[in-house]
């Protein structure tokens, strides 16, 4: 009884075969959705290749909307979900650093500067470059400082001796 209730099971269920309950992977074209791409590069008109970027939305300016690395001419896109003042942080690694504001409407986005939030119209992007010490915390900015003064204290003894 039990082989016959066992063949029938396996008759029904090769004949029958169900669909796994797994996913699967798809992809779509986005075109309507206020998509932001752009493009960041160092003053001599290089690219910032691979550099880090935090996007920072409207609504939350601590805890990042997004995350990721520019490409290796430079570019980084993300989609923008609200309008308003989106901001994006990217950095090397290296010193040099880009904080831009993206204005998004409902419409299309577009770059603003300090300047115009204030009425006053200068350039296309909000650039703010420590072109020394990037976003370094206030301990490395010390013990380099510190640095500084000790080098030259000591050249002026050597200096001085050497006189």
């Known amino acids: ?16 075969p169900l669909s796994a ?16 791409a752009a493009e960041f590069f160092y003053s001599d008109k290089a690219s910032m290749q691979f550099a880090e970027v935090l996007v920072f939305s409207p609504e939350d300016d601590r805890v990042e909307y997004q995350n990721g690395r520019t490409d290796q001419n430079g570019r980084f896109a993300f989609l923008a979900e609200t309008p308003g003042d989106w901001h994006v ?12 504001t993206v204005a998004v409407s409902a419409e299309k986005p577009e770059a603003k500067t300090a300047g115009e939030f204030l009425g006053n119209r200068l350039n ?24 500084i003064l000790l080098n030259l204290l000591l050249g002026l003894y050597v200096w001085k001796r050497k006189s």
């Not at 009884?1 to 063949?7: A, N, P, T």
């Not at 797994?22 to 309507?32: C, E, S, V, W, Y």
């Open 21 to 36: 309950f797994a996913h699967g992977t798809d992809f779509r074209l986005i075109g309507k959705e206020t998509v932001v």
């Open 124 to 147: 296309e992007v909000t650039k703010k470059k420590d072109s020394l010490f990037g976003e370094a915390s206030m301990g490395i900015k010390l013990v380099f400082g510190l640095s």
């Open 89 to 100: 942080k990217v950095n090397d690694g290296m010193g040099h650093a880009v904080h831009a």
């Open 1 to 16: 009884m039990h082989r016959i209730v066992l063949f029938a099971a396996c008759v029904w269920m090769m004949a029958a």
